[in-house]
């Protein structure tokens, strides 16, 4: 069995990458409706680049830019990989052919699946301890305390058990949303427009914000939030109210260059094609003002 050329295996390595990205293209995923993807070259991203977005320095004010600016928050980028092996053996014919139609779906069949995994599994992993997991500001992402912060983005609820809860909490965090100040106490009129639930409760939630008429009155609710549910939600009754339609959104992903694809041939091993694909990065915390947490009992 010939060994593959240096033209052939470049040509693999291209087919293998294009087909990889066009899988993190089009494989669909909850995270970034909430979720601000920011590529930086460098290992560790200070938040300087949000006082160069003037709708953003203008809405959040310019001490907190500064704040941001002479503040240690930064993100971390960290490594992830995956790697795949395709046995060619039965498969290679003098144009390879075969050997890269085999690639493509074992690609696309691995990359669904690790698109559906990275990111979105650091993001939510991030959500979830954003009760004691720190913003730029040293305060808990999610906090209901007083003082350096001067607002509370962590509510206790009605319950999920019934779309009159629902309704009831979302009667009160919107307008305490939208009294959310900025560094110079005006309010920011943030508007939530997203609601992120476990699973458990999604036939409530569409039920509470998907009917048009409740009880025999106009509901206020209905049509204003797009409602998402995911399984990385350990929680059956904690929800998330989102603002998503601002200059960044509440959480961050920073990634260098999005993934990078290599390959090798093993012909004198055992006649394998190794296909491994990384990236570098990690998730953070954009502005706690953007995303109220409800918990329930």
Not at 151 to 163: H, I, M, P, Q, Y
Not at 222 to 248: N, P
């Amino acid at each position: 069995m010939p060994r593959i050329s240096i033209d052939e295996l470049n040509r693999i390595e291209k087919m293998v990458r294009d087909e990889f990205n066009n899988v993190f293209r089009d494989t669909p995923t909850t995270y970034q409706l909430f979720t601000s993807e920011i590529q930086d070259s460098e290992n560790l991203t200070v938040f300087e680049w949000i006082g160069q977005i003037p709708s953003l320095m203008e809405w959040i004010g310019p001490r907190t830019i500064e704040s941001l600016k002479s503040y240690d928050y930064t993100i971390r980028k960290r490594a992830w990989s995956i790697g795949i092996k395709v046995l060619y053996k039965k498969a290679f014919d003098r144009s390879g052919t075969k050997l890269s139609q085999m690639l493509k779906q074992r690609v696309n069949e691995v990359g669904t699946g690790f698109r559906s995994q990275y990111p979105a599994n650091v993001v939510f992993d991030l959500l979830e301890l954003g009760e004691s997991e720190l913003a730029f500001d040293g305060i808990p992402f999610f906090s209901d305390i007083s003082g350096v912060r001067l607002f509370k983005n962590l509510f206790t609820g009605s319950g999920v058990d019934t779309a009159e809860h629902i309704l009831t909490d979302i009667a009160t965090l919107r307008p305490a949303m939208a009294r959310y100040p900025n560094d110079q106490g005006r309010a920011l009129n943030i508007i939530p427009d997203l609601i992120l639930c476990p699973p458990e409760a999604l036939g409530k939630f569409e039920e509470a914000v998907g009917i048009a008429m409740r009880s025999g009155s106009n509901n206020p609710a209905y049509g204003r939030y797009e409602v998402i549910s995911d399984a990385r939600l350990a929680d059956a009754g904690d929800w998330y109210f989102s603002s998503t339609k601002q200059g960044m959104k509440p959480l961050l992903f920073v990634e260098s260059q999005g993934p990078t694809v290599a390959t090798r041939d093993n012909t004198f091993t055992d006649k394998s094609v190794d296909v491994g694909v990384d990236s570098e990065g990690n998730a953070g915390f954009g502005f706690p003002q953007l995303m109220a947490k409800v918990v329930n009992a």
